[in-house]
Protein backbone atom coordinates (compact mmCIF):
# COMPACT_ATOMS: atom_id res chain seq x y z
CA UNK A 1 0.00 0.00 0.00
CA UNK A 2 0.95 3.56 -0.51
CA UNK A 3 -0.51 6.13 1.64
CA UNK A 4 0.96 9.62 1.01
CA UNK A 5 0.56 12.47 3.79
CA UNK A 6 -2.00 14.11 2.30
CA UNK A 7 -3.76 13.22 -0.75
CA UNK A 8 -5.37 16.52 -2.84
CA UNK A 9 -6.87 14.51 -5.72
CA UNK A 10 -8.94 12.45 -3.39
CA UNK A 11 -10.08 16.23 -2.59
CA UNK A 12 -10.65 16.68 -5.58
CA UNK A 13 -12.26 13.87 -6.87
CA UNK A 14 -14.94 14.14 -4.07
CA UNK A 15 -16.18 17.88 -5.11
CA UNK A 16 -14.88 18.11 -8.58
CA UNK A 17 -18.23 18.95 -10.25
CA UNK A 18 -18.70 22.15 -8.29
CA UNK A 19 -15.11 23.22 -8.33
CA UNK A 20 -14.83 22.88 -12.32
CA UNK A 21 -18.41 24.80 -12.53
CA UNK A 22 -17.07 27.50 -10.59
CA UNK A 23 -13.25 27.91 -12.06
CA UNK A 24 -14.97 28.06 -15.73
CA UNK A 25 -17.53 30.79 -14.25
CA UNK A 26 -14.32 32.85 -13.45
CA UNK A 27 -12.93 32.23 -16.10
CA UNK A 28 -15.31 32.86 -18.79
CA UNK A 29 -16.43 35.82 -16.38
CA UNK A 30 -13.12 37.07 -17.29
CA UNK A 31 -13.39 39.23 -13.97
CA UNK A 32 -9.98 37.82 -12.28
CA UNK A 33 -8.78 40.03 -9.79
CA UNK A 34 -11.39 41.25 -6.63
CA UNK A 35 -14.80 41.25 -7.69
CA UNK A 36 -17.84 39.16 -6.52
CA UNK A 37 -16.37 36.10 -5.37
CA UNK A 38 -13.48 37.80 -3.05
CA UNK A 39 -16.15 39.29 -1.95
CA UNK A 40 -18.22 36.98 -0.85
CA UNK A 41 -15.49 34.46 0.31
CA UNK A 42 -14.22 37.17 2.58
CA UNK A 43 -18.16 37.59 4.14
CA UNK A 44 -18.24 33.53 4.37
CA UNK A 45 -14.72 33.48 6.10
CA UNK A 46 -15.83 36.47 8.06
CA UNK A 47 -19.35 34.86 9.81
CA UNK A 48 -17.42 31.50 10.21
CA UNK A 49 -14.67 32.29 12.01
CA UNK A 50 -17.18 35.19 14.00
CA UNK A 51 -15.28 38.40 12.84
CA UNK A 52 -15.94 41.76 11.77
CA UNK A 53 -13.57 42.42 8.64
CA UNK A 54 -11.98 39.42 7.04
CA UNK A 55 -9.42 41.11 4.22
CA UNK A 56 -7.75 38.10 1.75
CA UNK A 57 -4.57 38.34 0.55
CA UNK A 58 -1.87 36.38 -1.82
CA UNK A 59 -0.82 34.09 0.87
CA UNK A 60 -0.67 33.48 5.03
CA UNK A 61 2.98 34.64 4.72
CA UNK A 62 1.43 38.30 3.50
CA UNK A 63 -1.07 38.06 5.98
CA UNK A 64 1.21 38.07 8.88
CA UNK A 65 3.63 40.85 7.15
CA UNK A 66 0.31 42.98 6.30
CA UNK A 67 -0.81 42.00 10.27
CA UNK A 68 2.34 43.70 12.13
CA UNK A 69 2.41 46.62 9.54
CA UNK A 70 -1.29 47.41 10.19
CA UNK A 71 -0.28 47.53 13.41
CA UNK A 72 2.52 50.26 12.84
CA UNK A 73 5.52 47.15 13.78
CA UNK A 74 8.30 47.33 12.00
CA UNK A 75 12.61 48.94 12.06
CA UNK A 76 14.30 48.72 15.48
CA UNK A 77 10.72 46.71 16.79
CA UNK A 78 11.01 43.40 19.05
CA UNK A 79 8.16 40.44 18.40
CA UNK A 80 8.01 37.45 20.47
CA UNK A 81 7.11 34.18 18.77
CA UNK A 82 7.67 30.48 19.22
CA UNK A 83 10.72 28.85 17.69
CA UNK A 84 9.01 25.64 17.48
CA UNK A 85 6.87 26.43 13.86
CA UNK A 86 7.12 27.23 10.04
CA UNK A 87 9.99 29.78 9.10
CA UNK A 88 6.81 31.92 8.01
CA UNK A 89 6.74 32.83 11.63
CA UNK A 90 9.38 34.60 11.82
CA UNK A 91 10.33 35.63 8.55
CA UNK A 92 7.31 37.99 8.63
CA UNK A 93 8.57 39.59 11.53
CA UNK A 94 12.01 40.31 9.93
CA UNK A 95 10.62 41.00 6.34
CA UNK A 96 8.37 44.50 8.40
CA UNK A 97 12.73 45.34 9.68
CA UNK A 98 11.39 44.53 13.07
CA UNK A 99 13.57 41.24 15.01
CA UNK A 100 11.80 37.89 16.24
CA UNK A 101 12.45 37.06 19.51
CA UNK A 102 12.18 33.04 20.13
CA UNK A 103 10.68 31.69 23.19
CA UNK A 104 10.41 27.84 24.24
CA UNK A 105 7.19 25.13 23.71
CA UNK A 106 5.78 23.30 25.91
CA UNK A 107 6.52 19.41 25.56
CA UNK A 108 3.15 18.44 25.76
CA UNK A 109 1.32 20.76 23.15
CA UNK A 110 4.34 21.93 21.25
CA UNK A 111 2.82 25.52 21.62
CA UNK A 112 4.47 28.74 22.66
CA UNK A 113 5.17 28.48 26.89
CA UNK A 114 3.34 31.52 28.41
CA UNK A 115 5.57 31.33 31.90
CA UNK A 116 8.57 31.85 29.28
CA UNK A 117 7.20 34.95 27.12
CA UNK A 118 7.62 37.36 30.25
CA UNK A 119 11.84 36.81 30.71
CA UNK A 120 11.79 38.69 27.02
CA UNK A 121 10.15 41.45 27.17
CA UNK A 122 12.02 44.57 26.45
CA UNK A 123 11.53 48.30 25.62
CA UNK A 124 11.52 47.29 21.86
CA UNK A 125 8.76 44.59 22.27
CA UNK A 126 6.18 45.34 20.68
CA UNK A 127 3.84 42.38 20.01
CA UNK A 128 3.61 38.33 20.05
CA UNK A 129 2.72 36.11 17.78
CA UNK A 130 1.23 33.06 18.89
CA UNK A 131 1.22 29.78 16.48
CA UNK A 132 -1.63 27.81 17.13
CA UNK A 133 0.99 24.77 16.07
CA UNK A 134 -0.45 21.42 14.36
CA UNK A 135 -3.74 22.98 14.30
CA UNK A 136 -4.36 23.43 18.57
CA UNK A 137 -4.78 27.06 19.97
CA UNK A 138 -1.83 28.19 21.97
CA UNK A 139 -2.92 29.33 25.81
CA UNK A 140 -4.38 32.42 24.89
CA UNK A 141 -5.72 33.41 28.45
CA UNK A 142 -2.46 33.71 29.69
CA UNK A 143 -0.75 35.31 26.50
CA UNK A 144 -3.87 37.90 26.06
CA UNK A 145 -2.73 38.79 30.15
CA UNK A 146 0.73 39.43 29.39
CA UNK A 147 0.06 41.63 26.27
CA UNK A 148 -2.15 43.71 28.42
CA UNK A 149 0.03 43.90 30.86
CA UNK A 150 2.82 45.33 29.04
CA UNK A 151 0.29 46.41 26.21
CA UNK A 152 1.95 44.72 23.55
CA UNK A 153 -0.52 43.62 20.12
CA UNK A 154 -1.33 39.74 19.58
CA UNK A 155 -1.40 38.26 16.21
CA UNK A 156 -2.44 34.71 16.21
CA UNK A 157 -0.63 32.69 13.46
CA UNK A 158 -3.67 30.65 12.88
CA UNK A 159 -2.21 29.02 9.40
CA UNK A 160 -2.71 25.75 10.44
CA UNK A 161 -5.55 26.17 12.84
CA UNK A 162 -8.86 27.15 10.58
CA UNK A 163 -11.79 26.11 12.36
CA UNK A 164 -9.52 25.36 15.99
CA UNK A 165 -11.37 26.52 19.03
CA UNK A 166 -10.34 27.26 22.51
CA UNK A 167 -13.07 27.33 25.48
CA UNK A 168 -15.33 27.17 22.97
CA UNK A 169 -14.16 30.34 21.05
CA UNK A 170 -12.96 29.88 17.47
CA UNK A 171 -8.79 30.48 16.97
CA UNK A 172 -8.90 34.02 15.03
CA UNK A 173 -11.00 35.82 17.17
CA UNK A 174 -8.54 35.44 20.37
CA UNK A 175 -6.33 38.42 19.80
CA UNK A 176 -6.09 42.03 17.93
CA UNK A 177 -5.36 39.93 14.22
CA UNK A 178 -5.34 36.62 12.72
CA UNK A 179 -3.69 35.13 9.55
CA UNK A 180 -4.72 32.03 7.67
CA UNK A 181 -2.94 30.55 5.15
CA UNK A 182 -5.20 28.42 2.05
CA UNK A 183 -1.65 26.71 0.78
CA UNK A 184 -2.74 23.79 -0.67
CA UNK A 185 -2.29 20.93 2.23
CA UNK A 186 -3.97 23.49 4.77
CA UNK A 187 -7.15 22.03 6.28
CA UNK A 188 -9.12 24.79 3.84
CA UNK A 189 -7.04 25.14 0.96
CA UNK A 190 -7.16 26.49 -2.60
CA UNK A 191 -5.48 25.56 -5.98
CA UNK A 192 -2.19 27.79 -5.38
CA UNK A 193 -1.64 30.60 -2.64
CA UNK A 194 -3.98 32.10 -0.75
CA UNK A 195 -4.15 33.83 2.83
CA UNK A 196 -6.57 35.77 4.99
CA UNK A 197 -6.23 38.43 7.86
CA UNK A 198 -9.20 38.76 10.26
CA UNK A 199 -10.15 41.25 13.16
CA UNK A 200 -12.64 43.25 14.97
CA UNK A 201 -10.62 46.18 15.14
CA UNK A 202 -11.91 48.73 12.44
CA UNK A 203 -8.64 50.73 12.03
CA UNK A 204 -6.36 47.39 11.56
CA UNK A 205 -8.55 46.54 9.01
CA UNK A 206 -8.71 49.33 6.96
CA UNK A 207 -5.02 50.12 7.08
CA UNK A 208 -4.88 46.08 5.72
CA UNK A 209 -6.68 46.75 3.15
CA UNK A 210 -5.06 49.59 2.17
CA UNK A 211 -1.60 47.55 2.12
CA UNK A 212 -2.73 44.88 -0.14
CA UNK A 213 -3.30 46.93 -3.14
CA UNK A 214 -0.56 49.50 -2.70
CA UNK A 215 -1.56 51.80 -0.23
CA UNK A 216 -3.40 53.95 -2.95
CA UNK A 217 -6.88 55.85 -3.10
CA UNK A 218 -9.28 56.77 -0.68
CA UNK A 219 -8.73 53.91 1.72
CA UNK A 220 -4.72 54.23 1.36
CA UNK A 221 -5.60 58.19 2.38
CA UNK A 222 -7.66 56.76 5.60
CA UNK A 223 -4.81 54.07 6.15
CA UNK A 224 -2.04 57.21 6.31
CA UNK A 225 -4.16 59.20 8.56
CA UNK A 226 -4.78 55.89 10.83
CA UNK A 227 -1.30 55.21 11.45
CA UNK A 228 -0.25 58.95 11.61
CA UNK A 229 -3.02 59.98 13.94
CA UNK A 230 -4.36 62.58 11.71
CA UNK A 231 -8.11 63.54 11.92
CA UNK A 232 -9.01 64.95 8.72
CA UNK A 233 -11.85 63.89 6.79
CA UNK A 234 -10.75 61.80 3.36
CA UNK A 235 -12.46 63.21 0.14
CA UNK A 236 -14.26 60.17 -1.37
CA UNK A 237 -14.43 59.87 -5.34
CA UNK A 238 -18.15 61.29 -6.84
CA UNK A 239 -17.51 60.56 -10.22
CA UNK A 240 -20.10 57.53 -10.59
CA UNK A 241 -18.84 53.92 -10.78
CA UNK A 242 -15.42 53.68 -9.49
CA UNK A 243 -14.37 50.06 -10.57
CA UNK A 244 -14.59 51.75 -14.35
CA UNK A 245 -12.11 54.77 -13.89
CA UNK A 246 -11.32 56.19 -10.23
CA UNK A 247 -8.65 58.71 -10.49
CA UNK A 248 -7.80 58.43 -6.65
CA UNK A 249 -6.59 54.98 -7.08
CA UNK A 250 -3.19 56.80 -8.64
CA UNK A 251 -2.76 58.98 -5.41
CA UNK A 252 -0.05 56.69 -3.33
CA UNK A 253 -0.31 57.15 0.60
CA UNK A 254 1.96 54.25 1.57
CA UNK A 255 4.68 51.82 0.45
CA UNK A 256 2.23 48.24 0.46
CA UNK A 257 2.00 45.28 -1.50
CA UNK A 258 0.81 43.76 -4.44
CA UNK A 259 -1.59 40.82 -2.45
CA UNK A 260 -4.36 40.06 -3.47
CA UNK A 261 -6.24 36.53 -3.33
CA UNK A 262 -7.19 35.87 -6.75
CA UNK A 263 -11.22 35.36 -8.10
CA UNK A 264 -10.40 32.17 -8.95
CA UNK A 265 -8.90 31.08 -5.75
CA UNK A 266 -11.79 32.59 -3.90
CA UNK A 267 -14.72 30.80 -5.79
CA UNK A 268 -12.53 27.31 -5.15
CA UNK A 269 -12.61 28.38 -1.57
CA UNK A 270 -16.49 29.34 -1.37
CA UNK A 271 -16.83 25.95 -2.50
CA UNK A 272 -14.58 24.07 0.58
CA UNK A 273 -15.81 26.16 3.07
CA UNK A 274 -19.09 24.33 3.52
CA UNK A 275 -17.24 21.28 3.86
CA UNK A 276 -14.42 21.99 6.02
CA UNK A 277 -16.50 21.20 9.47
CA UNK A 278 -16.72 17.57 8.29
CA UNK A 279 -13.12 17.59 7.58
CA UNK A 280 -12.02 18.39 10.44
CA UNK A 281 -14.52 16.58 12.65
CA UNK A 282 -13.25 13.61 10.01
CA UNK A 283 -9.51 14.18 11.11
CA UNK A 284 -10.84 13.99 14.86
CA UNK A 285 -12.32 10.67 14.50
CA UNK A 286 -9.14 9.32 12.65
CA UNK A 287 -6.89 11.01 15.26
CA UNK A 288 -9.26 9.22 18.12
CA UNK A 289 -8.56 5.74 16.36
CA UNK A 290 -4.74 6.87 16.38
CA UNK A 291 -4.94 7.56 20.18
CA UNK A 292 -6.62 4.80 20.56
CA UNK A 293 -4.55 2.17 18.86
CA UNK A 294 -0.76 3.86 19.32
CA UNK A 295 -0.72 5.09 22.91
CA UNK A 296 0.58 1.79 24.37
CA UNK A 297 3.09 1.49 21.80
CA UNK A 298 6.62 2.47 21.39
CA UNK A 299 5.92 6.20 20.05
CA UNK A 300 4.11 8.81 22.18
CA UNK A 301 0.66 10.12 20.87
CA UNK A 302 -0.07 13.95 20.87
CA UNK A 303 -1.50 16.02 24.04
CA UNK A 304 -4.33 17.77 23.50
CA UNK A 305 -5.52 20.19 26.05
CA UNK A 306 -8.90 19.85 27.86
CA UNK A 307 -9.21 23.35 26.74
CA UNK A 308 -8.52 22.83 22.96
CA UNK A 309 -10.87 21.39 20.14
CA UNK A 310 -7.71 21.08 17.99
CA UNK A 311 -7.98 20.47 13.92
CA UNK A 312 -5.31 17.84 13.24
CA UNK A 313 -3.67 19.60 10.40
CA UNK A 314 -1.09 17.15 11.43
CA UNK A 315 -1.08 14.33 14.05
CA UNK A 316 2.38 14.16 15.55
CA UNK A 317 4.02 11.71 17.58
CA UNK A 318 7.37 11.13 19.18
CA UNK A 319 9.84 7.91 18.40
CA UNK A 320 12.99 7.69 20.66
CA UNK A 321 14.33 6.41 17.59
CA UNK A 322 12.91 8.66 14.75
CA UNK A 323 15.19 7.81 11.77
CA UNK A 324 14.95 3.89 12.00
CA UNK A 325 11.01 4.14 12.13
CA UNK A 326 10.91 6.88 9.42
CA UNK A 327 12.71 4.29 7.27
CA UNK A 328 10.48 1.43 8.36
CA UNK A 329 7.48 3.78 7.43
CA UNK A 330 8.73 4.41 4.20
CA UNK A 331 9.67 0.61 3.42
CA UNK A 332 6.00 -0.03 4.11
CA UNK A 333 4.65 3.02 1.89
CA UNK A 334 4.00 4.90 4.42
CA UNK A 335 4.53 8.47 4.30
CA UNK A 336 5.64 10.74 7.17
CA UNK A 337 6.98 14.22 7.74
CA UNK A 338 9.41 16.03 10.10
CA UNK A 339 7.65 19.09 11.66
CA UNK A 340 10.57 20.89 12.67
CA UNK A 341 13.64 19.53 11.97
CA UNK A 342 15.52 22.51 13.07
CA UNK A 343 13.92 25.00 15.58
CA UNK A 344 13.97 28.81 14.84
CA UNK A 345 16.71 30.35 16.69
CA UNK A 346 18.52 27.79 15.21
CA UNK A 347 18.66 28.61 11.91
CA UNK A 348 21.80 30.05 9.92
CA UNK A 349 20.21 32.59 8.38
CA UNK A 350 19.47 33.81 12.20
CA UNK A 351 22.90 33.14 13.65
CA UNK A 352 23.65 36.75 14.24
CA UNK A 353 20.64 36.76 16.67
CA UNK A 354 23.09 34.94 19.19
CA UNK A 355 20.98 31.94 20.45
CA UNK A 356 22.70 28.63 20.17
CA UNK A 357 22.18 25.24 20.92
CA UNK A 358 20.78 24.54 24.50
CA UNK A 359 18.93 27.45 24.64
CA UNK A 360 15.70 26.42 24.20
CA UNK A 361 15.29 22.50 25.39
CA UNK A 362 11.89 21.64 24.72
CA UNK A 363 12.22 22.99 21.08
CA UNK A 364 15.38 21.29 20.68
CA UNK A 365 13.85 17.88 22.37
CA UNK A 366 11.05 17.68 20.08
CA UNK A 367 13.13 18.77 17.09
CA UNK A 368 14.55 15.20 17.32
CA UNK A 369 11.72 12.71 17.80
CA UNK A 370 8.71 13.97 15.86
CA UNK A 371 6.59 13.31 13.09
CA UNK A 372 3.39 13.26 11.36
CA UNK A 373 1.64 10.56 9.70
CA UNK A 374 -1.40 10.72 7.20
CA UNK A 375 -5.22 11.96 8.92
CA UNK A 376 -6.52 13.77 5.88
CA UNK A 377 -9.86 13.53 5.76
CA UNK A 378 -10.35 10.95 2.94
CA UNK A 379 -8.47 8.01 4.25
CA UNK A 380 -9.88 4.95 4.42
CA UNK A 381 -10.49 2.50 7.26
CA UNK A 382 -7.81 0.20 5.70
CA UNK A 383 -5.56 2.73 5.30
CA UNK A 384 -5.84 3.82 8.65
CA UNK A 385 -5.50 0.21 10.14
CA UNK A 386 -2.44 -0.34 7.59
CA UNK A 387 -0.90 2.90 9.12
CA UNK A 388 -1.29 1.51 12.36
CA UNK A 389 -0.09 -2.16 12.08
CA UNK A 390 2.64 -0.28 10.40
CA UNK A 391 3.64 1.93 13.61
CA UNK A 392 3.19 -1.15 15.74
CA UNK A 393 5.18 -3.65 13.69
C1 LIG B 1 1.74 27.72 6.12
C2 LIG B 1 2.13 28.59 7.24
C3 LIG B 1 2.39 29.95 7.07
C4 LIG B 1 2.50 30.62 5.75
O1 LIG B 1 1.48 30.44 4.86
P1 LIG B 1 1.75 30.53 3.28
O2 LIG B 1 0.36 30.63 2.73
O3 LIG B 1 2.47 29.30 2.88
O4 LIG B 1 2.53 31.77 3.03
C5 LIG B 1 2.65 30.71 8.20
N1 LIG B 1 2.69 30.16 9.41
C6 LIG B 1 2.47 28.86 9.62
C7 LIG B 1 2.53 28.31 11.00
C8 LIG B 1 2.21 28.02 8.53
O5 LIG B 1 2.03 26.71 8.74
Given at each position: ?10 Q ?71 T ?29 D ?9 K ?35 A ?53 T ?30 V ?20 Q ?63 L ?19 V ?44
Amino acid sequence: MNIPLIDLKAQYKSIAEDLDRVTKEVLSSANYIMGKNVIEFEKEFAEYIGVKHAISVGNGTDALVIALKSLGIGNGDEVITSTFTYFASAEAISAVGATPVFVDVEKETFNIDPTKIEEKITKKTKAIIPVHIFGQSARMDEINEIAKKYKLKVIEDAAQAVGSKYKGRMVGTLGDVACFSFFPTKNLSCAGDGGMIVTNDDSIATIATALRTHGSGENGQRAYNLLNNITEEVETFKGGDDTVYNPLKYYNYLIGFNSRLDAIQAAILRVKLPHLNVWNERRREIAKIFDRELKDSNVVVPTIDKENETVYHQYVLQSDDRESMLSRLKEKGVATGVYYPIPLHLQKVYKDLGYKEGDMPVAEYLSNRTFAIPVYPELTENEINYIVESIKA
